[in-house]
């Protein structure tokens, strides 16, 4: 069952990974500790990806955000425009810009500049990004953004996030404390997901059962889940909470936790930084599990 923590790609951007995420601070002013130079001096957002609790910041496109709100992560990306120096377009300056971008439900991209920029830039960004054969698309405001994040079932704030997470040491101490809540706020607000895992975990060896990972699962209780499951499988956390005596919230979020904070000998949700340590990466297969049932119950 376990495996060796894989190697995130080079080239995969964590909005690739994550599409939402929870906030956990809002730093009006800029983060002096952020690891990206251009978040310490602007306003910045530390957040929690909702599918694989990545840590992650980035700048909120329009309006503020507060800790907790959900958001719609857009990809940082840079564009290099050429502005027109004479009326023979002979001459020209290239210059830089930051897009805000996410995929539609029309599977095109969706730009916006991240900071307002003039009429003209506006212009020259849009015959930039204005060739039939290109997937991007340019609006020329952040709402309209948020309005095809709402097309696709998404949260309408949107926080614009560069390549690569960030760390556990990297965040806030507000942030730190608002941890846990989020957390607990993902897994209460996906049961279904997270009620899986009791019904599909197996064990890491002969000794040891996932579920025996959770804090307070001893063998007699680990029994019990299992013979119950192998009756009928689980439905809801009440029912888990009976066998536990316990919140199946509290005991997930403890070992979330501890993985996103800790260096624990077995991950089970948390993809570890570190190479060569056992990740058993339950939750793309609790995804899997929920999909085949799915299309078995469509059938």
Known sequence: MGQRAPQR???????AVEIEAVILDYMETGYYMDPHPWHKEKPVAQAIGVRKFTLLDGIPLG??????DVVTLARETVKTINEPLDPTGKRFRPFDVSLACIPGADKKIYCTTVNPVSQRISDLIDISLSDPSSSLVYLRSPSDLSKVAKERGLSEKI?????????????SEIAK????EAVRFIIKSNEKLFIEFFNIAEPINIRLHSI????GV????????LETRERKKFSSFDEIKKILKVDPIDILSDKILEEITNQPKYYLFVEPKEPNVPYLNYLDTMRRSLYQKQNKAEK
């Open 159 to 171: 926080l614009v996030v560069p390549r690569t997470p960030i760390s556990y040491k990297d965040i």
């Open 9 to 15: 790609k080079e080239s995969e951007h964590v909005a």
């Open 63 to 68: 309006n503020k955000v507060e800790p907790l």
């Open 212 to 215: 025996e990972l959770l804090k």
């Open 218 to 225: 001893g063998k007699k209780t680990l029994k019990t889940l």
């Open 177 to 180: 404390r608002n941890l846990q």
